[in-house]
């Protein structure tokens, strides 16, 4: 790397370990290789912050250029299998460690295509903050499917360029200087939601660009880890919102939590068909996708009801 600050600094979060004590680096290799064969990349820096990950050293031989940033932080070293909290303290820290004046997010299961770091950079010429882009599945397998629109539906190409009130921390990038302005909200645990939510209101918005493209290949993936997952993340996301609900707002969504699972399959729908690309795959999924939204829907419920917070 050129001496002095890299212009961009990219985050790998390790997802895998939702639902295990130990996270696995089976899908980690694929995106440093994707990484280390991009196109006419600025200088670039690479953190995977970790805690309780099985290969990690044999990857550290493999790419000696990464920084794999060992997190002790007790809010890792207490976390218990069936949460997902950890992977926002997680990104937090090797947010803190990213010294680029671009800071981009990505997951170990994305595959970003070969001008993904030149696109960024070439989009952050614009005066936005957070610069987001399209996530598609790599992976044609019905599971895969089912689960890369539960996630990732909004994401999917041809993604519409312009403003947007939301991007993915699955393939999203920052102006340091605007994270920075906001430090406090995400210095101990990132959330995109609420960090992305202060820039916009701060004034500092939000475009989507569809050169920014990552390709999602989640591998050994089966229905019933899918659906504790769906149940979990479904959760951890009602917890975040739940405290800024008062308690009635909170019984309030908790009761109307049974109609997400239809209210979420229309909107999938919807832009499968708008974006006219995988709208037979969508068809073909619907009933994973029943199971599975409904998993998120439960997760929902009982995120609102539980006491206390995050």
């Given at each position: 790397?050129?001496?002095?600050?890299?212009?961009?600094?990219?985050?790998?979060?390790?997802?895998?370990?939702?639902?295990?004590?130990?996270?696995?680096?089976?899908?980690?290799?694929?995106?440093?290789?994707?990484?280390?064969?991009?196109?006419?990349?600025?200088?670039?820096?690479?953190?995977?912050?970790?805690?309780?990950?099985?290969?990690?050293?044999?990857?550290?031989?493999?790419?000696?250029?990464?920084?794999?940033?060992?997190?002790?932080?007790?809010?890792?070293?207490?976390?218990?299998?069936?949460?997902?909290?950890?992977?926002d303290v997680l990104r937090a820290h090797g947010l803190a460690a990213a010294r680029g004046t671009i800071?981009?997010?990505?997951?170990?299961?994305?595959?970003?295509?070969?001008?993904?770091?030149?696109?960024?950079?070439?989009?952050?010429?614009?005066?936005?903050?957070?610069?987001g882009g399209a996530i598609d599945n790599g992976i044609d397998r019905l599971l895969n499917w089912a689960v890369y629109f539960c996630d990732f539906a909004k994401y999917q190409s041809p993604l519409p360029a312009g403003p947007s009130p939301s991007a993915s921390d699955a393939n999203t990038s920052y102006k340091r200087v605007a994270l920075e302005s906001v430090r406090a909200l995400w210095e101990t645990s990132f959330r995109e939601?609420?960090?992305?939510?202060?820039?916009?209101?701060?004034?500092?918005?939000?475009?989507?660009?569809?050169?920014?493209?990552?390709q999602q290949q989640r591998s050994g993936l089966d229905l019933r880890a899918a659906l504790a997952e769906r149940f979990v993340w479904g959760r951890s996301y009602a917890a975040t919102?739940?405290?800024?609900?008062?308690?009635?707002?909170?019984?309030?969504?908790?009761?109307?939590?049974?109609?997400?699972?239809?209210?979420?399959?229309?909107?999938?729908?919807?832009?499968?068909?708008?974006?006219?690309?995988?709208?037979?795959?969508f068809v073909t999924a619907i009933p994973l996708l029943v199971l599975l939204t409904c998993g998120w829907s439960a997760g929902e419920c009982v995120g609102y009801l539980s006491p206390g917070g995050r």
């Open positions: 790397m050129p001496p002095g600050d890299p212009v961009l600094s990219v985050v790998v979060a390790i997802i895998s370990d939702t639902m295990t004590a130990r996270a696995q680096t089976d899908d980690l290799a694929g995106c440093l290789v994707a990484l280390q064969r991009q196109v006419e990349a600025p200088s670039t820096e690479i953190i995977v912050p970790n805690a309780n990950a099985d290969g990690i050293d044999a990857l550290a031989r493999r790419f000696p250029e990464v920084r794999f940033l060992h997190v002790a932080d007790p809010a890792v070293a207490r976390r218990k299998p069936g949460s997902r909290e950890h992977h800071v981009a997010l990505l997951e170990d299961q994305g595959r970003p295509e070969p001008r993904w770091c030149a696109s960024i950079v070439a989009a952050h010429r614009a005066d936005a903050a957070v610069i939601v609420v960090v992305n939510g202060a820039l916009v209101a701060a004034g500092k918005g939000i475009l989507l660009s569809p050169d920014i493209v990552v919102r739940r405290a800024l609900l008062s308690r009635p707002q909170r019984l309030l969504y908790a009761l109307l939590s049974p109609l997400l699972p239809p209210l979420m399959l229309w909107r999938m729908a919807a832009l499968a068909w708008q974006r006219g690309r995988h709208f037979g795959k």
